[in-house]
């Protein structure tokens, strides 16, 4: 386990050596987004009975810079090891490709969960939040924050470069985050954009997650975490296959 814990040291120590880029700047994009849509919005919508806009905005927010934070942290680790060329010193050392995997995606995992408590614990300044089941709010972060990480992890392999990257986090990630239930309740759509928002892996990660704070969702979690696992296994299994076969990695 030498091998991986290197590397996984390595990984964690990446992103906190620019802790203002990697986990402050998150936090204040989240801080500004509440301010504005809580600002506008607060006294005009109210999702769930008994609970005001900022507060059903704030676990939203906090799940919003778990994922986005994850899927960087593996995405532009690796990208940037390939462009540089220093990827050959993580492929020389004979790590499976299960302790490859383990290190990116747990190292993304941290970044993401340390990022979305940095979030929680500035944003619940302005809401009255309550935990009504927290151990909900922690197997959807984690399981978020490792799919995430996956798809990080997938995009780095499959990017040669930064704008392949880029361009699969914009039309990808971002779409599938910002429509998955942030900053509304899917009940407020037409019939057929909550067929589509049903689709969203994204949206039952968020709506799970809500759920451990208020009690309420749009779905329960149980088929939530059902739903989020099964993509979960899924992608680890095509992450796992790109590594085991070394594609675009030692070819």
Not at 66 to 83: D, G, M, P, T, Y
Not at 182 to 190: A, E, G, K, N, T
């Amino acid at each position: 386990m030498i091998g991986f814990q290197t590397l996984f040291y390595k990984e964690m120590l990446r992103f906190w050596k620019v802790a203002m880029q990697t986990v402050g700047a998150p936090i204040l994009t989240a801080v500004l987004y509440l301010l504005v849509f809580g600002h506008v919005l607060e006294n005009h919508v109210e999702v769930y009975a008994g609970v005001k806009y900022t507060a059903f905005l704030v676990p939203g927010l906090v799940m919003m810079s778990v994922l986005q934070n994850a899927f960087a942290n593996s995405s532009s680790s690796l990208i940037q090891s390939k462009i540089t060329g220093n990827l050959v010193f993580v492929l020389l050392p004979p790590l499976s490709h299960w302790e490859l995997f383990g290190a990116y995606v747990l190292a993304a995992v941290v970044r993401g969960l340390v990022v979305g408590s940095g979030v929680f614990i500035v944003t619940a300044w302005f809401a009255d939040m309550s935990f009504v089941a927290p151990w909900w709010i922690v197997i959807f972060a984690v399981l978020g924050a490792a799919i995430l990480g996956t798809m990080g992890l997938i995009a780095g392999i499959w990017a040669d470069k930064f704008d392949q990257l880029a361009a699969f986090q914009n039309f990808l990630i971002m779409p599938a985050t910002f429509l998955s239930g942030v900053f509304y309740s899917v009940h407020s759509l037409p019939p057929f954009w909550q067929t589509v928002s049903h689709l969203n892996p994204f949206f039952y990660m968020i709506d799970g997650f809500r759920y451990g704070f208020f009690g309420q969702s749009d779905v329960n979690p149980l088929s939530s975490c059902a739903a989020v696992a099964c993509f979960l296994a899924l992608l680890v299994a095509f992450a796992t296959s790109l590594l085991k076969s070394g594609y675009k990695l030692r070819h």
